[in-house]
Structure formats: C-alpha cells, structure tokens
C-alpha cells in the first residue's frame, strides 16, 4: 500500500464519517424539531385549556342557583269545606355564592283549571313582615309556609317564582357590563288536587 493509497483510503473513510454524521445530525434536527412542535401544540392546548378553566370558574362563581321545592296540602275547616292551599317550600341554594331571595319581588299563585275565575295569590306565612327576604350560603336550605285562600274544590295550577335580587347579582352585572336593575328568577309549577 502506497501513500497514495493511504490517503485514498483516508478520504473515503473521513467522507463516510462526514455523510454518517450529516445522517445523524439530520435524524436529530428531525427529532428535536418535532418534540419542539409537539411541546408548542401541547403548551397552546394548556393555555386553551386554562382558557376554559378559567371561564368556568366565573360562570361558577357568579352564576345563582336556587333550587325550588313544592309540597301542597289542602287546608279544611271543621265542616270538611276546603278553606285554601299552604305550599310548604323548600328553597335551597345549589351554587357557590352567596343569594338574596327577595320575598318582596316573589310571586306564588294558584289558578282553577279550565275556570275563568281570577288568579289567587298567596302570602308568606310570616309572623315576621318586616322581613324583606332570605339570605341563603352556599348548600344552605330554606324552609317557608305560604297559604293560598281557596274555597273551590278542583285541579289548580300552582306557580311559584322566587326572585334573586339585585344584591346577590352585583358581580354579575359588573361581569356582563349591563347597566340597570335586574334580577333572576328560579320557580316550580305544579297541579294540585283538592279532591279528598
């Protein structure tokens, strides 16, 4: 082997060495460039994600969620002749913020069926009247008695509305930017029998 050949042969073997290695670095820009968008698609799925979250969080913490529940009974007197309807309501408050029912701005009301007699409206079974509303935490329940005067037996259609006020709405407002008063409304329909 000549020097020639040496030298020959130690460029061929440096040109392999240089294409191997242009092989790898290839392989390896290509490996990183992808981990690189996948971290990119991963990191802008996170900030949709807290996006959402963050969305959620505030529709949750703002978002008043009574639950209504009604149970009527016929109230008679001593001769059996119906003397009228209580509703014993159970209101309970089902979001994560604090809510102000407002009795004042609550509707309850009972109407014969297929009659074209006016509607009847009931009143708070309050020793209290000074009382305004009521102030419900988070999971805490309301117990409330309301009486209807009724003297018509038959199927009436009862219709409760409670009103949360403008207090427990405050953050809502300054969240939708809407000016003026206004309120939301959480409610239960039933029929009630008064047939013995």
Not at 17 to 27: H, N
Not at 29 to 48: D, G, H, P, Q
Not at 68 to 84: H, I, N, Q, W, Y
Not at 169 to 194: H, K, M, P, V, W
Request: proline share 2%; hydrophobic share 45%.
């Amino acid at each position: 082997m000549t020097l020639e050949d040496i030298r020959n042969l130690a460029q061929i073997t440096q040109a392999v060495a240089v294409s191997f290695g242009a092989v790898v670095a290839s392989i390896w820009a290509i490996y990183t460039f992808m981990a690189l968008r996948a971290k990119s698609k991963a990191e802008l799925e996170l900030v949709k994600l807290e996006v959402e979250l963050e969305k959620t969080r505030k529709e949750l913490s703002s978002q008043p969620m009574i639950k209504v529940e009604v149970t009527p009974r016929a109230v008679r007197d001593s001769k059996g002749a119906l003397f009228g309807i209580v509703l014993s309501i159970k209101l309970e408050n089902t979001g994560n913020v604090f809510e102000f029912v407002d009795l004042k701005a609550s509707s309850l009301h009972a109407q014969l069926c297929d009659s074209n007699v006016e509607t009847i409206v009931g009143s708070f079974a309050r020793i209290n009247r000074s009382v305004e509303g009521l102030a419900l935490w988070s999971g805490e329940c309301a117990y409330e008695e309301v009486f209807i005067p009724a003297k018509d037996e038959g199927l009436y259609i009862v219709n409760c509305s409670f009103v949360v006020s403008q207090e427990s709405n405050d953050c809502i407002t300054s969240q939708a930017n809407r000016n003026g008063d206004y309120s939301l409304s959480f409610g239960s329909g039933l029929y009630f029998s008064t047939y013995a």
